[in-house]
């Protein structure tokens, strides 16, 4: 939790520590799996859920509306945590506040882990014949990491556990949603839930669903339309209402997936950081490379006065300024990440006033000079500098009307390879937007972002200046100086004109949708 966050409630008090009686008695507990018949089979139903470990805000309560009746304290610095053990028709509720996650335990048989958004609900026994409910998602895309023993399956007389997405979408009603049903003997799985989104531009919003498997089977059914498939290890399905879709094979992030299963299997807290194995460092031996107190690689960038950091800012950069200074403005979010696990090598995306505020406390504490790049520094580092028609009076809006067809990769298109993270097949199998005809062939492995320098440098050694996050510059968008610019597109950009090397938007300054940032050190 950053040093600055307030308590969120002060009647608020951490669970006590369990004593001889009540552990024998959640002992005994944890042995017993009750039977509950559903048609020809018979569902387990357990006990009792236990929450082993959270980040975040995390909420439980036994109401079906939206308002949870106690927020779970984190524990107080140096204090271990005290497992909290919930009851059937109990909820659990992870909020969506950026690396907000639940590790559980499913007693005698697995765990799982639940991402920021999600919900869980331990049915009371014999409820709509489900082992849990993973429904009443909050918002975002909520995904359930599971992790069934199926050594200890076999010991339950043939009883199977079965698990359901939600039927109902968080749109409103009349919005057609996937409803999915899975059972299984034990494995690992996962199922991602996207709600409200569309499958073609102009076409009404649906709920959809995304399962797959690391091992074991599993059976899914979409009950509306009565069908039923049942997927193996390495199969992952996109279920949309009344269609289950073909098997397919799971993208990068779905690969890294299987991480959070084998977690939840040990209890386990999610890691912030990616294995070493999984992470990509930037060099350091090369001409003019300078590197900070915080671990960023800075290059000169020709036709300027400046070294540009070589990767977006990361959330490993931003958490020490987060932890020592207050919110520019206290009433917007400070900052969101899209990533699951690793989430501190994944771009960080704030508002402008916070990306600026963050080179300010970055100059103090190193006693140099950073700032956010201008729009003109952005263009000589993309390439475009000496290719743009750039007058003493001229605005970005103005050199935004005639952006030349060249990209941050070269010429080539459509998108070749490693081109960078943009909205393509991966961001599609879960999001469900429309997608462009003649990109439909591109795959970047990541539905969000990625880790920062997942893909080929440019020319003069900096990453991703095409993709994973837009990027805040120091200049106004135009005459009007009522919206910042805004450089590189994103990982949920698709349209071709927004690729281009030169293309820009005008953001305003609280927004952070998609939007991170890059620091700049003026050279002395």
């Not at 020592?324 to 990533?339: E, G, I, Q, S």
Request: hydrophobic content about 35%; aromatic content about 8%; charged content about 20%.
């Amino acid at each position: 939790m950053p040093k600055n966050q307030k308590p969120r409630s002060k009647n608020l008090t951490m669970p006590t520590p369990p004593t001889l009686p009540t552990l024998f008695r959640s002992l005994a507990l944890a042995s017993l799996i009750l039977p509950v018949s559903a048609g020809a089979q018979t569902v387990l139903s357990l006990p009792e859920i236990i929450i082993t470990s959270f980040r975040g805000r995390i909420t439980t309560g036994k109401t079906d509306t939206s308002g949870t009746s106690t927020v779970l304290p984190e524990p107080a610095a140096g204090q271990p945590f005290q497992p909290a053990h919930l009851s059937p028709g109990t909820r659990l509720d992870v909020g969506y506040t950026s690396a907000s996650h639940a590790v559980v335990s499913l007693p005698g048989v697995g765990g799982c882990v639940l991402s920021s958004g999600a919900s869980l609900r331990l049915p009371v026994a014999g409820e709509n014949g489900m082992t849990i409910t993973f429904d009443r998602h909050i918002s975002g895309t909520p995904t359930l990491f599971l992790s069934i023993n199926a050594a200890e399956m076999a010991k339950k007389g043939g009883a199977v556990f079965r698990f359901k997405n939600k039927f109902k979408s968080n749109s409103g009603e009349g919005v057609p949603t996937a409803n999915v049903v899975c059972t299984t003997l034990g494995g690992r799985f996962f199922m991602t839930d996207s709600q409200g989104l569309q499958l073609k531009e102009g076409e009404p919003s649906v709920g959809a669903c995304t399962v797959g498997v690391f091992e074991g089977s599993l059976t899914v059914e979409e009950v509306s339309a009565g069908k039923k498939l049942e997927l193996k290890p390495g199969q992952v399905l996109t279920i949309q209402p009344g269609d289950l879709g073909p098997p397919r094979k799971p993208t990068k992030q779905e690969e890294a997936y299987d991480l959070g299963c084998k977690l939840a299997a040990l209890g386990r807290e999610v890691p912030a950081r990616l294995p070493t194995t999984m992470k990509t460092t930037a060099p350091t031996n090369l001409p003019g490379t300078k590197v900070n107190s915080l671990g960023m690689v800075f290059l000169p960038v020709p036709g300027t006065k400046i070294h540009m950091c070589v990767h977006e800012t990361r959330f490993q950069d931003f958490a020490p300024y987060i932890a020592a200074t207050p919110p520019a403005h206290p009433k917007r979010l400070r900052y969101d990440v899209r990533a699951l696990w690793g989430w501190e090598d994944h771009p960080v995306m704030t508002n402008w006033d916070e990306a600026s505020a963050f080179c300010v406390w970055l100059s103090q504490k190193e006693g140099k000079k950073y700032r956010l790049p201008t729009d003109e520094e952005w263009s000589q580092a993309v390439g475009m500098g000496a290719k743009e028609k750039r007058g003493k009076d001229s605005n970005p809006e103005e050199l935004n009307r005639a952006v030349a067809e060249i990209y941050p990769w070269g010429t080539d298109w459509p998108l070749p390879a490693g081109a960078g993270n943009y909205a393509d097949l991966s961001y599609l199998k879960h999001h469900l937007i429309w997608h462009q005809p003649d990109q439909e062939n591109y795959d970047d492995g990541f539905a969000d972002t990625a880790p920062v320098m997942s893909y080929k440098p440019n020319k003069l050694g900096l990453y991703d200046m095409g993709g994973n996050v837009a990027e805040w510059c120091e200049d106004w968008y135009n005459s009007k100086r009522d919206v910042r610019v805004t450089r590189g597109g994103n990982y949920y950009f698709n349209a071709r004109y927004m690729l281009r090397a030169g293309a820009r938007q005008g953001r305003r300054p609280e927004d952070l949708s998609g939007i991170g940032f890059r620091v700049v050190l003026e050279q002395p």
